[in-house]
């Protein structure tokens, strides 16, 4: 169960810090059908990822259709007019790659890690899913399953499996972040053949993505290729409108209680924050490490460890293209009062309201996130997914190199600020989760 519940908490924040110190050289520019494209070599490794972005993800849905970002996330596996279906795996394995994907909110990642020497083969590979997927009933009804079997294992068969959908229907009522990536399954059971060819035609276009390479490659060949496999494409016939109403400001306090078979107690906070990359927002994400960070973090230290109310206990910010949510949690332990567990965290904020954190935390926060920065994109695939991510999201890859300065210029003050402005009841959703009693 705390496996789990890790998992799935490191999941929703691996929006945060991505980026190094150790500056990484790219060249970007666009082909004339609005692909972006953005290099990176590096002959460390003889390896490439080949990435693609789809700026889509589940906010881009209609709210009569959710989960069709996902369910495409899927749906593009099944093959090409060129590629049979079940073969797209295979290509790759067979090359000695791996392949993957994922989607958010806000986008849809696709990318190979392949030897340097089958950098054509990613190439085709995503050019064919981009010009030429199977759009089809066979696909789409087999993919209706693989979804159903996803939404059971991960969200119906799993300890508090429904914590987002619940904190997210209740922090959003305008925006379309109001339901999770995973979506309806009623919604993807009504939907018709055309409308799934529909969805992919209006976002599966190349001024909507972001062709993202990094690794061992020469730059002129690798423009060739690109341009030999993207750059007829055309570009889509549908305009994309991206959502623009903005959530109104929560002016109570939402609580509820959610009733399950799950064992132990567990609260749930969330605060609404600013969106990712805004000047807030890099105050809010430093004051969540203090928070969470590390065993001697202010809620594990307090709360697990010196008042033994939890089993764990921290905070995140769940970092979104629009305005997002920091999102505290504790585990109770067995025969605690929630309520008691709620009180811990909430002293602990209110200290960060009231006090400068001492010298000697804010040396430490600082150091630790430039050691996340040295860290992070260690990988050819981090790295091409950063470099999209930034470009996407911001219109400027270079934050890959830069944006541990925004960090950086974050003062006490300014942490101290970001806990009195957003992290007050009037700003929360407040959940818990409880084992339901069965009367026999």
Known sequence: MLRYLSIVFLAVAGLSVQAQTNKIEFEEYDLKNGLHV?????????????????????????????????????????????????????????????LNANT???????????????LELGLWLESERMLHAKVEQVGIETQREVVKEEKRQRVDNQPYGSLLEETMKRAYH????????????????????QEFIDFYNKFYVPENAVLSIAGDIDADATKDMIKKYFGSIPRGEVSIVRPSTPEPPQTGEIRDT????????????????????????????????????????????????????????????????????????????????????????????????N??????????????????????????????????????????????NTEIERYLSVTREDIMAAAKKYYVPENRVVLYFLQEQIVE
């Open 104 to 118: 958010t909110n806000d986008r849809t990642f696709y990318y190979e890690v392949l030897p340097s020497n089958q």
């Open 38 to 98: 953005i290099l990176h070599e590096d002959h460390s490794t003889p390896i490439v990822a080949v990435t693609v972005m789809y700026h889509v993800g589940s906010k881009n849905e209609d709210p009569n259709r959710t989960g069709m970002a996902h369910f495409f996330e899927h749906l593009l596996f099944e093959g090409s007019e060129n590629i049979s279906r079940g073969e797209y795996t295979a290509y790759v394995e067979n090359a000695g790659g791996t």
């Open 355 to 400: 006090e400068l954190i001492t010298e000697r935390e804010f040396q430490k926060l600082r150091n630790q996130i430039e050691n996340d920065f040295i860290n992070s994109n260690s990988s050819v695939a981090g790295i091409a997914e950063s470099l999209a991510n930034y470009h996407m999201y911001y219109g400027d890859a270079n934050l890959l």
């Open 258 to 353: 959610i009733w399950g078979k799950d064992q132990l107690p567990l609260v749930l906070q969330a605060y609404h924050i600013p969106a990712q990359g805004s000047d807030e927002f890099y105050a809010v994400d430093m004051l969540n490490q203090v928070l969470s960070q590390g065993e001697s973090s202010r809620l594990n230290r307090a709360v697990v460890e010196e008042k033994q109310l939890a089993l764990f206990c921290g905070a995140f910010s769940f970092a979104l293209e629009d305005p997002g949510l920091t999102l505290g949690f504790s585990m109770a332990n067995l025969g605690v009062d929630p309520m008691q567990v709620e009180e811990a965290m909430n002293e602990e904020i209110e200290k960060l309201q």
């Open 174 to 193: 305008v925006h379309p972040y109001r339901w999770t990536t995973i979506g309806s399954l009623d919604h993807l059971n009504a939907a018709q053949e």
